[in-house]
């Protein structure tokens, strides 16, 4: 479906960027933006005015004294948010109500109530709105769908996922990830997120959800430790390992009762029996290949006025996962519903 009609666009210019949260993370989606077939990089705005600077020479531009300064930015058709999660919702606002476009870094929003508000300034701007869930865009996980939904390793029966790292170890004293009321349940809002969407993508929603979660080597209140059990609403069920404090490991597999896949962001093995696993996906030598291919994707959205795959619904979803999670953690690993008023397209 179209969901607006540009008559200043064309169809082959690429779309006009601008970039807003450089430092850290941002300097992934600079690269992606900067590689990607389809995306000029217009502007650039950081508070931190060396981050601004550096991004500004890379890409030949002035960075903007502000982020609406940004947004003012001649000729802006997008704006790519890689912000902290508690001003994705009123960047977000700003940049519909000058008709842009916007790609969102995961998750979505802070609250899922904000998350809400984001996608309903979408539709009413009739603008594109993509969450930065870029695994789904790898080519192994690209892959694994294929299989799955081609009956490669019959009818699912669980999943199991490990997605952690040692960021929390190396954070600068008074980040906001410190912050537990910015990044409640800390690994899986800024890791385990990406799992969930996966899932999601392979399989549907997540319809119940079990938390624990412990501080281990960061500063307390931080959660740095959680481990879940979920459940689908199509029935599989899985576990999660969320670290923020070890080393770090990508790595989920599903298991159906004709064989398994195991997955990294990287890599894609086919298991049937005993037998050694098949490689099928090896892009190792490509490492930001899913965060190329997902800049591309909102390109095309832009250009053909359609929703990405990880649109707003998506996003939300994954999010909605979080919150039970919270809230199952602080009930002591009680059962918890994800809302089902969420499930959208996924």
């Known amino acids: 479906m179209n969901i607006f ?5 064309t169809s082959d210019a690429p779309v006009r960027l601008a970039i807003a949260g450089l430092g850290g993370h941002g300097w992934t989606i600079q690269n992606a933006a900067g590689y990607a077939e389809g995306i000029e990089v217009v502007g650039v705005y950081d508070p ?3 981050e601004a600077g550096r991004s500004g020479n890379r890409f030949g531009v002035t960075p903007a004294a502000s982020y609406e300064a940004m947004l003012e930015t001649p000729g802006l058709e997008a704006v790519a948010l890689v912000t902290p999660n508690r001003l994705h919702r009123a ?4 940049a519909f109500e000058r008709g842009l476009h916007v790609f969102v870094e995961k998750p979505i929003a802070h609250t899922t109530e904000d998350g809400q508000a984001m996608i309903e300034a979408a539709e009413r701007a009739g603008r594109v709105l993509m969450v930065g869930h870029n695994m789904r865009y ?3 996980a690209r892959k694994a769908r294929d299989l799955i939904q081609g009956g490669a390793i019959g009818e699912v029966v669980g999943v199991e996922i490990h997605f952690s790292s040692d960021t929390g170890l190396r954070l600068e004293p008074g980040a906001w990830r410190l912050r537990p009321d910015e990044a409640p349940l800390l690994p899986v809002t800024q890791l385990g997120i990406h799992a969930l ?3 999601h993508a392979f399989l549907g929603p997540i319809e119940t959800v079990s938390a ?3 501080t281990v080597a960061m500063p307390a209140p931080v959660v740095d430790s959680v481990v879940a059990t979920f459940r689908l609403a199509a029935g599989p069920m899985g576990t999660m390992t969320s670290h923020y404090c070890t080393p770090v490991r990508f790595q989920w597999m599903i298991t159906g009762v004709e064989g398994a896949l195991l997955g990294t962001p990287h890599t894609l093995d086919h298991a049937r029996g005993t037998s050694e696993p098949e490689r099928v996906v090896d892009v190792r ?3 930001a290949e899913s965060y190329e291919h997902q800049m591309e994707v909102f390109a095309e959205a832009v250009r053909a006025g359609t929703n990405p795959e990880s649109d707003g619904p998506a996003g939300q979803l994954a999010l909605a996962v979080v919150e039970a999670m919270v809230a199952s953690a602080e009930a002591g690993g009680a059962p ?11």
């Open 197 to 199: 969407d996966l899932v």
């Open 91 to 94: 960047q977000a606002e700003a």
């Open 285 to 287: 030598g490509t490492p």
């Open 5 to 9: 009609h540009d008559p200043h666009s």
């Open 212 to 214: 624990f979660a412990r």
């Open 336 to 346: 918890t519903t994800v809302p089902n008023t969420v499930y959208g397209r996924v």
């Open 48 to 50: 931190n005015e060396a």
């Open 138 to 140: 790898g080519a192994p």
